[in-house]
């Protein structure tokens, strides 16, 4: 009876303190317009700019009622963007060339972290130092056909044959990596890699780019075309306020930090420190030195692109491989503000 009675103090407990989070962070949206904009994952330190512009209230001084739909693993962001369903949201490379393959054609607005921060990641422990040392092992991933592709030319270019086993893993990268279901696992190192080190688990990595792959801008924040033709202004104000909350976070990680745990629902982080950490991580590598936060190279947009048609990871709708792509199509920097490009 008493775990029962304690039980439901908890959960009251909790429901009050969702209520006063949602309560607290209303506001008089009847003069605004609506923008709806999808997240690819749980709130993290890739999305702090949006977070960050929300709580200066820069998106309301842009005439626009934000609404941030929450991560569901049943729809995916560019689903929800190219489908008309959200205005905006969070992709990747990846994501939106392979989108344009089946025709679900989403656009990049503008590149969140300025290069690929991911790595491939071993126990340290394991005694493996050098890719090569891979062949014969167990990759961990979520079952996208350029995963492979890329583990197995690291491989190649480590001097391995790029043999490897490859199983999709239900859990967290971390988890499987840690618990010996695989050996080698594909992480970003602003959050795993800092997540990793706070666990306790040691980890040896290894940079796609010092083996060969061409770099490229991930995440990405992307639009559909359909919304690009019908709502441009909307879409220049939306990123107008965006550039400015990564702009802030660029120079005031602790602070931004701060104000992504404190708007977003209470036990989103569960581990303060690693939002802290990985913010400190990712602030300076938003953009590179000198240039404002967003612009997107052309070259990123043609190489990695070109890679995953090589290697023949692009599918149409129909499951074949696809033999070209306008390159040209799948980004944009002219919703940036002005003097960025």
Same mark, same amino acid.
């Given at each position: 009876?008493?775990?029962?009675?304690?039980?439901?103090?908890?959960?009251?407990?909790?429901?009050?303190?969702?209520?006063?989070?949602?309560?607290?962070?209303?506001?008089?949206?009847?003069?605004?317009?609506?923008?709806?904009?999808?997240?690819?994952?749980?709130?993290?330190?890739?999305?702090?700019?949006?977070?960050?512009?929300?709580?200066?209230?820069?998106?309301?001084?842009?005439?626009?009622?934000?609404? *941030?739909?929450?991560?569901? =693993? &049943?729809?995916?962001?560019?689903?929800?963007?190219?489908? +008309? @369903?959200?205005?905006? !949201?969070? %992709?990747?490379?990846?994501?939106?060339?392979?989108?344009?393959?089946?025709?679900?054609?989403?656009?990049?607005?503008?590149?969140?972290?300025?290069?690929?921060?991911?790595? *491939?990641?071993?126990?340290? =422990? &394991?005694?493996?130092?050098?890719?090569?040392?891979?062949? +014969? @092992?167990?990759?961990? !991933?979520? %079952?996208?056909?350029?995963?492979?592709?890329?583990?197995?030319?690291?491989?190649?270019?480590?001097?391995?044959?790029?043999?490897?086993?490859?199983?999709?893993?239900?859990?967290?990268?971390?988890?499987?990596?840690?618990?010996?279901?695989?050996?080698?696992?594909?992480?970003?190192?602003?959050?795993? !890699?800092?997540?990793?080190?706070?666990?306790?688990?040691?980890?040896?990595?290894?940079?796609?780019?010092?083996?060969?792959?061409?770099?490229?801008?991930?995440?990405?924040?992307?639009?559909?075309?359909?919304?690009?033709?019908?709502?441009?202004?909307?879409?220049?104000?939306?990123?107008?306020?965006?550039?400015? !909350?990564?702009?802030?976070?660029?120079?005031?990680?602790?602070?931004?930090?701060?104000?992504?745990?404190?708007?977003?629902?209470?036990?989103?982080?569960?581990?303060?420190?690693?939002?802290?950490?990985?913010?400190?991580?990712?602030?300076?590598?938003?953009?590179?030195?000198?240039?404002?936060?967003?612009?997107?190279?052309?070259?990123?947009?043609?190489?990695?692109?070109?890679?995953?048609?090589?290697?023949?990871?692009?599918?149409?709708?129909?499951?074949?491989?696809?033999?070209?792509?306008?390159?040209?199509?799948?980004?944009?920097?002219?919703?940036?503000?002005?003097?960025?490009?």
């Amino acid at each position: 009876m008493k775990k029962t009675i304690f039980a439901a103090v908890v959960i009251a407990a909790a429901a009050i303190l969702a209520w006063s989070w949602w309560h607290k962070n209303e506001q008089d949206t009847s003069n605004l317009e609506p923008f709806t904009f999808a997240l690819d994952w749980t709130p993290n330190t890739n999305h702090t700019g949006i977070y960050v512009a929300l709580n200066k209230g820069w998106y309301k001084d842009q005439g626009i009622d934000l609404k *941030i739909l929450p991560y569901s =693993d &049943s729809t995916l962001p560019d689903v929800l963007v190219a489908t +008309g @369903k959200a205005d905006a !949201g969070i %992709g990747s490379t990846e994501s939106t060339v392979s989108d344009a393959g089946v025709g679900s054609n989403v656009v990049s607005l503008a590149s969140i972290v300025a290069h690929n921060t991911s790595v *491939i990641a071993v126990r340290k =422990d &394991s005694g493996i130092t050098t890719p090569a040392q891979l062949d +014969g @092992k167990t990759f961990g !991933g979520f %079952g996208a056909p350029y995963e492979k592709a890329v583990m197995k030319q690291v491989i190649q270019n480590a001097g391995g044959q790029g043999d490897f086993k490859v199983v999709t893993v239900n859990t967290s990268p971390l988890q499987a990596l840690k618990s010996g279901a695989v050996d080698f696992v594909w992480v970003f190192s602003g959050w795993e !890699g800092i997540q990793a080190k706070h666990e306790g688990l040691q980890l040896r990595t290894f940079k796609q780019t010092d083996y060969g792959m061409p770099d490229y801008s991930t995440p990405n924040i992307i639009s559909a075309p359909t919304t690009i033709k019908t709502k441009p202004e909307l879409l220049k104000k939306f990123m107008s306020a965006t550039a400015k !909350g990564y702009e802030y976070a660029r120079k005031h990680a602790d602070e931004s930090a701060r104000i992504l745990i404190e708007n977003t629902p209470p036990g989103t982080f569960t581990d303060q420190s690693l939002v802290y950490e990985s913010q400190r991580y990712l602030s300076p590598r938003y953009q590179d030195p000198g240039l404002a936060w967003g612009v997107q190279k052309p070259s990123f947009w043609r190489l990695y692109p070109k890679f995953m048609l090589d290697k023949k990871t692009v599918l149409d709708a129909s499951g074949k491989p696809v033999g070209s792509l306008d390159f040209d199509s799948l980004f944009t920097n002219k919703f940036l503000p002005r003097g960025r490009v």
